[in-house]
């Protein structure tokens, strides 16, 4: 794409030197994408010339972003999905030319510090991966375990003596307390295996075939094997079988299998420090909510998941899972003042809480917003490593990092404990603010972006593997930046350049969807499942009259209802549909519109953006006289009442609508089209990926609202027209999920990941010691001498 843009600049520079003086025009020093290609197109409705040359339309398309100043205009193209180039146009000298991202960066930062001292530190990871395998295919972004299998396997392959002892290496390590699993120490040496292995096999199929490891453990043993080949012969046989396939000739495909047969996940810690994280009546409170519903669906599907493993691989050893989060004792009304509460449902799974700490110890009683809690972290981390190990007795086979905080609480327990370590950031701050790294000072004493944008790309880089909910997450599309992406290089000025900070290639990064939970949401047609006791309720919630938690009632109830619920924040939009609605005159004669979310009363909310959401209603309400159309239900569902709403509405043939600026990934999406209710979701983020527009619902820009209305409106008329169109989307809808995103799929793949990774960790140079060092330096010179500054309650 660069050249035939240089060749233009070259043989056009008074046209160029035009256009962007144009831009110089506007009087702004920086033009995001979207300015930069509507001020191209009003400049080139002038010039035929121009509109015929497609090279310059291009390369203007494609661009993210422009700085410019009296003398120079600075340009940051995106041709492609993780592909970043730079260009200056010299205003006196008429001329462009590429520049590298420092220099690019070096531009920006002059635009906007006062300080005079232009050098300042620059984080660059660029040198420690140099040597390590990376993909190169867009395509294979997110799918990191097959390129590693197939590329160590590759090298294992080519130097078989090394694999073949590495793999006995390998086997030789495992055990729970004092029990040896897989192999003893009459086994030394890879021959001693593979006759141990033929012997094995040919003793287990001259056994009855109901015969399990118990009947055949004394033979086994003095064979050299350990349990957990399996619990039954023919399971113990497969393993065998495998590991003889793999160390005849390594292949990726029985690696993986063989791998996930081997017993090496019994215990794991996952981090989820900020918010009210509990079980009930935490829903709707700051900082809480579909990520606590994540972590608790996915903590029952990976017990559920390990059982069923160590089952087959003959053991009988109980898993655990430890959700460590934060102890509040001032909890309004929650759980959350409790040290440590077990997961319903569960068997071996408990929520413990860790006090935040001030310097002379005391505990801090109140909820702190997930942006102030960098300076209690390190504390934090220490003693949910201790409460880690006293419960436990022994090191976690996996420590899982939530958001920001939990991931760098997680580098910290990983690195301690020496385990492996895996980052989900659910959503990445930096994306969500236009400008955020640029402008951070200004936005410093409320979001304290320096300690979070440094705390990912320490928990990002030191991670062993990253699990995204979808692509977008790591390299979002043609024209929009992906979260992950976003960290590739920017500036913070007067505190530090990232030239190379996250590589999207990099095969750490997995694709893992999670699900809804089947039990609570399943399709509206499966009435023996249907919860009965709920439906009263419900139907009082939706065509109820005023109350002190609610706003509107509904004047005609016959209506199909356009359904929505999320938190009552700026990024979620729900007062941006509510204006969709209100404006939509046809849409208004079609449907009803009901909103849960966030509280009626703005003296109810202790969070500064939800009360400015709240007024904002207020005023939509009596702006478009909406009293009788849309029903505003300050109110928190239970998870099981919440699974019955979307099956309520979907029997009155209403749709569900996620009208956020951006979502990572969409966990309510998932809900609504599991239920059958058919779906209209933001193309920015997850639902994107989750919904096939026009098979399984419909993406929607909510930059431009009435176009979103028009669809919806569109979608009642034809169904009105035609009936069976509800119908079909709303099988879509439900097909779409059974085949993508259940929990079951979850935890298999993230428990296979676990074993893979864990693997190669062992046997090459994942461990990736330079960039520890790296990652320790930064943490202590940059990420705690910020976090010492910050207020301390």
Same mark, same amino acid.
Request: hydrophobic share 40%; with cysteine; charged share 25%.
């Given at each position: 794409?660069?050249?035939?843009?240089?060749?233009?600049?070259?043989?056009?520079?008074?046209?160029?030197?035009?256009?962007?003086?144009?831009?110089?025009?506007?009087?702004?020093?920086?033009?995001?994408?979207?300015?930069?290609?509507?001020?191209?197109?009003?400049?080139?409705?002038?010039?035929?010339?121009?509109?015929?040359?497609?090279?310059?339309?291009?390369?203007?398309?494609?661009?993210?972003?422009?700085?410019?100043?009296?003398?120079?205009?600075?340009?940051?193209?995106?041709?492609?999905?993780?592909?970043?180039?730079?260009?200056?146009?010299?205003?006196?000298?008429?001329?462009?030319?590429?520049?590298?991202?420092?220099?690019?960066?070096?531009?920006?930062?002059?635009?906007?510090?006062?300080?005079?001292?232009?050098?300042?530190?620059?984080?660059?990871?660029?040198?420690?991966?140099?040597?390590?395998?990376?993909?190169?295919?867009?395509?294979?972004?997110?799918?990191?375990?097959?390129?590693?299998?197939?590329?160590?396997?590759?090298?294992?392959?080519?130097?078989?003596?090394?694999?073949?002892?590495?793999?006995?290496?390998?086997?030789?390590?495992?055990?729970?307390?004092?029990?040896?699993?897989?192999?003893?120490?009459?086994?030394?040496?890879?021959?001693?295996?593979?006759?141990?292995?033929?012997?094995?096999?040919?003793?287990?199929?001259?056994?009855?075939?109901?015969?399990?490891?118990?009947?055949?453990?004394?033979?086994?043993?003095?064979?050299?094997?350990?349990?957990?080949?399996?619990?039954?012969?023919?399971?113990?046989?497969?393993?065998?079988?495998?590991?003889?396939?793999?160390?005849?000739?390594?292949?990726?495909?029985?690696?993986?299998?063989?791998?996930?047969?081997?017993?090496?996940?019994?215990?794991?810690?996952?981090?989820?420090?900020?918010?009210?994280?509990?079980?009930?009546?935490?829903?709707?409170?700051?900082?809480?909510?579909?990520?606590?519903?994540?972590?608790?669906?996915?903590?029952?599907?990976?017990?559920?998941?390990?059982?069923?493993?160590?089952?087959?691989?003959?053991?009988?050893?109980?898993?655990?899972?430890?959700?460590?989060?934060?102890?509040?004792?001032?909890?309004?009304?929650?759980?959350?003042?409790?040290?440590?509460?077990?997961?319903?449902?569960?068997?071996?799974? /408990?929520?413990?809480?860790?006090?935040?700490?001030?310097?002379?110890?005391?505990?801090?009683?109140?909820?702190? /917003?997930?942006?102030?809690?960098?300076?209690?972290?390190?504390?934090?981390?220490?003693?949910?490593?201790?409460?880690?190990?006293?419960?436990?007795?022994?090191?976690?086979?996996?420590?899982?990092?939530?958001?920001?905080?939990?991931?760098?609480?997680?580098?910290?327990?990983?690195?301690?404990?020496?385990?492996?370590?895996?980052?989900?950031?659910?959503?990445?701050?930096?994306?969500?603010?236009?400008?955020?790294?640029?402008?951070?000072?200004?936005?410093?004493?409320?979001?304290?972006?320096?300690?979070?944008?440094?705390?990912?790309?320490?928990?990002?880089?030191?991670?062993?593997?990253?699990?995204?909910?979808?692509?977008?997450?790591?390299?979002?599309?043609?024209?929009?930046?992906?979260?992950?992406?976003?960290?590739?290089?920017?500036?913070?000025?007067?505190?530090?350049?990232?030239?190379?900070?996250?590589? +999207?290639?990099?095969?750490?990064?997995?694709?893992?969807?999670?699900?809804?939970?089947?039990?609570?949401?399943?399709?509206?047609?499966?009435?023996?499942?249907?919860?009965?006791?709920?439906?009263?309720?419900?139907?009082?919630?939706?065509?109820?009259?005023?109350?002190?938690?609610?706003?509107?009632?509904?004047?005609?109830?016959?209506?199909?209802?356009?359904?929505?619920?999320?938190?009552?924040?700026?990024?979620?939009?729900?007062?941006?549909?509510?204006?969709?609605?209100?404006?939509?005159?046809?849409?208004?004669?079609?449907?009803?519109?009901?909103?849960?979310?966030?509280? +009626?009363?703005?003296?109810?909310?202790?969070?500064?953006?939800?009360?400015?959401?709240?007024?904002?209603?207020?005023?939509?309400?009596?702006?478009?006289?909406?009293?009788?159309?849309?029903?505003?239900?300050?109110?928190?569902?239970?998870?099981?009442?919440?699974?019955?709403?979307?099956?309520?509405?979907?029997?009155?043939?209403?749709?569900?609508?996620?009208?956020?600026?951006?979502?990572?990934?969409?966990?309510?999406?998932?809900?609504?089209?599991?239920?059958?209710?058919?779906?209209?979701?933001?193309?920015?983020?997850?639902?994107?990926?989750?919904?096939?527009?026009?098979?399984?619902?419909?993406?929607?820009?909510?930059?431009?609202?009435?176009?979103?209305?028009?669809?919806?409106?569109?979608?009642?008329?034809?169904?009105?027209?035609?009936?069976?169109?509800?119908?079909?989307?709303?099988?879509?809808?439900?097909?779409?999920?059974?085949?993508?995103?259940?929990?079951?799929?979850?935890?298999?793949?993230?428990?296979?990941?676990?074993?893979?990774?864990?693997?190669?960790?062992?046997?090459?140079?994942?461990?990736?010691?330079?960039?520890?060092?790296?990652?320790?330096?930064?943490?202590?010179?940059?990420?705690?001498?910020?976090?010492?500054?910050?207020?301390?309650?």
């Amino acid at each position: 794409m660069q050249k035939p843009f240089e060749s233009f600049v070259s043989h056009n520079p008074e046209t160029t030197y035009e256009l962007f003086q144009s831009y110089r025009a506007t009087g702004k020093n920086l033009l995001l994408g979207s300015e930069l290609w509507d001020g191209f197109q009003a400049f080139a409705a002038e010039r035929p010339a121009l509109q015929r040359d497609t090279s310059v339309a291009d390369v203007i398309l494609k661009s993210q972003e422009a700085a410019l100043s009296d003398g120079d205009f600075y340009l940051m193209v995106r041709p492609g999905v993780a592909r970043w180039f730079y260009y200056r146009f010299n205003f006196e000298a008429k001329t462009m030319s590429e520049v590298s991202v420092a220099e690019f960066l070096c531009f920006k930062e002059q635009l906007v510090s006062t300080s005079p001292v232009s050098r300042l530190l620059e984080i660059d990871f660029s040198p420690f991966v140099r040597d390590f395998p990376k993909m190169n295919q867009t395509r294979s972004i997110g799918n990191g375990v097959e390129f590693l299998n197939r590329h160590f396997s590759s090298r294992l392959a080519h130097d078989l003596t090394r694999g073949e002892e590495l793999l006995l290496s390998f086997l030789s390590v495992h055990g729970y307390d004092s029990q040896p699993f897989m192999i003893n120490a009459s086994i030394t040496s890879v021959k001693e295996l593979r006759r141990a292995l033929v012997q094995g096999m040919r003793y287990l199929e001259s056994q009855p075939a109901d015969h399990q490891w118990s009947d055949c453990e004394n033979s086994l043993r003095a064979m050299g094997f350990e349990p957990g080949w399996g619990r039954t012969r023919d399971g113990i046989i497969k393993t065998m079988s495998l590991l003889a396939d793999l160390l005849e000739a390594p292949d990726h495909h029985i690696l993986e299998t063989f791998l996930a047969r081997v017993p090496m996940i019994f215990n794991i810690a996952i981090l989820s420090p900020h918010g009210y994280f509990g079980q009930t009546d935490v829903l709707g409170l700051p900082d809480t909510g579909g990520q606590v519903v994540y972590i608790l669906d996915q903590v029952k599907a990976l017990e559920k998941e390990m059982k069923l493993r160590l089952y087959n691989q003959g053991l009988d050893i109980q898993p655990r899972i430890l959700i460590i989060t934060r102890l509040i004792p001032d909890c309004g009304g929650t759980t959350c003042n409790q040290e440590e509460e077990p997961v319903v449902g569960t068997e071996g799974v /408990s929520i413990v809480r860790v006090p935040f700490r001030r310097e002379d110890g005391s505990i801090i009683d109140q909820w702190l /917003s997930r942006f102030e809690v960098w300076p209690y972290l390190e504390r934090f981390s220490i003693e949910a490593e201790q409460a880690i190990l006293d419960r436990l007795e022994r090191r976690p086979d996996l420590v899982i990092g939530n958001y920001s905080d939990g991931n760098l609480a997680a580098y910290l327990i990983a690195q301690s404990l020496g385990v492996t370590q895996c980052t989900i950031a659910h959503a990445l701050e930096k994306t969500k603010y236009l400008y955020s790294a640029l402008y951070w000072k200004d936005l410093e004493d409320q979001y304290h972006f320096s300690c979070q944008f440094t705390a990912d790309l320490i928990a990002m880089n030191s991670s062993d593997f990253i699990i995204t909910s979808t692509y977008q997450e790591i390299a979002g599309s043609e024209d929009v930046v992906g979260q992950y992406e976003s960290y590739a290089s920017f500036t913070m000025p007067d505190l530090q350049r990232v030239l190379h900070g996250v590589d +999207v290639f990099d095969p750490k990064f997995n694709i893992v969807s999670p699900g809804a939970d089947a039990d609570i949401y399943f399709p509206y047609t499966d009435q023996a499942r249907r919860f009965t006791d709920e439906q009263d309720a419900i139907a009082e919630l939706i065509d109820g009259g005023p109350g002190d938690f609610c706003r509107g009632s509904f004047s005609d109830n016959d209506k199909p209802l356009i359904f929505s619920m999320a938190r009552l924040d700026q990024i979620k939009n729900l007062t941006g549909l509510v204006r969709w609605f209100g404006a939509h005159e046809s849409l208004r004669r079609q449907a009803n519109l009901l909103i849960i979310g966030g509280t +009626v009363a703005e003296e109810h909310s202790g969070d500064n953006e939800e009360r400015h959401q709240i007024r904002l209603m207020h005023e939509l309400f009596d702006q478009f006289q909406l009293e009788g159309q849309v029903r505003w239900l300050g109110t928190r569902l239970a998870k099981k009442t919440s699974g019955e709403m979307y099956r309520c509405i979907a029997d009155r043939r209403g749709v569900f609508v996620q009208p956020a600026f951006f979502e990572a990934f969409g966990l309510t999406v998932i809900e609504a089209m599991a239920s059958g209710l058919p779906t209209f979701a933001t193309r920015y983020g997850g639902p994107l990926e989750i919904i096939k527009h026009g098979v399984s619902g419909f993406h929607i820009d909510p930059n431009h609202g009435s176009q979103a209305a028009d669809d919806i409106s569109s979608f009642f008329a034809r169904c009105t027209e035609d009936p069976d169109h509800w119908q079909q989307l709303s099988k879509g809808a439900i097909q779409r999920v059974e085949e993508r995103y259940t929990w079951r799929r979850y935890a298999k793949r993230l428990l296979s990941l676990t074993c893979i990774y864990g693997f190669w960790k062992y046997t090459t140079n994942l461990e990736r010691q330079e960039t520890r060092r790296y990652m320790e330096m930064l943490y202590h010179l940059q990420f705690k001498h910020r976090a010492a500054t910050l207020p301390r309650h």
